[in-house]
Nanobody, 122 residues
Framework: VQLQASGGGLVQAGDSLTLSCADT????????VGWFRQAPGKEREFVAS???????YYADSVKGRFTIRRDVRKSTVYLQINSLKPEDTAVYYC?????????????????WGRGTLVTVSS
């Protein structure tokens, strides 16, 4: 597996969490990287993306609470989630984009990681 997402867990509403996406093969330095999530019974939805130059792009639904950043030296992309809500409960996936620029479409990404489960209790 090229991308490994980690950092999920069971948290309470209002808590913060930081998810990590490590590129074990160190191949995404020139690609955008995105985070998506999929709640039970729902389609996978875009959350955030970051370009190769570290320009962030967020879904409207998470602006102000989610922060995406990348550490080129560690070949890792992070997603910080603040003020967690029960509706944030989902499996969070990271993926490498086909291009260098942030994008929000599932089809624009390849090399999906296995996902990490975030469960927010009320």
């Amino acid at each position: 597996v090229q991308l490994q997402a980690s950092g999920g867990g069971l948290v309470q509403a209002g808590d913060s969490l930081t998810l990590s996406c490590a590129d074990t093969r160190r191949t995404f330095s020139n690609n955008a990287v995105g985070w998506f999530r999929q709640a039970p019974g729902k389609e996978r939805e875009f959350v955030a993306s970051i370009s190769w130059k570290s320009d962030p792009y967020y879904a409207d639904s998470v602006k102000g609470r989610f922060t995406i950043r990348r550490d080129v030296r560690k070949s890792t992309v992070y997603l910080q989630i603040n003020s967690l809500k029960p509706e944030d409960t989902a499996v969070y996936y990271c993926a490498k984009a086909r291009s260098s620029y942030a994008a929000n479409g599932v089809s624009e990404y390849t090399s999906w990681g296995r996902g990490t489960l975030v469960t927010v209790s009320s």
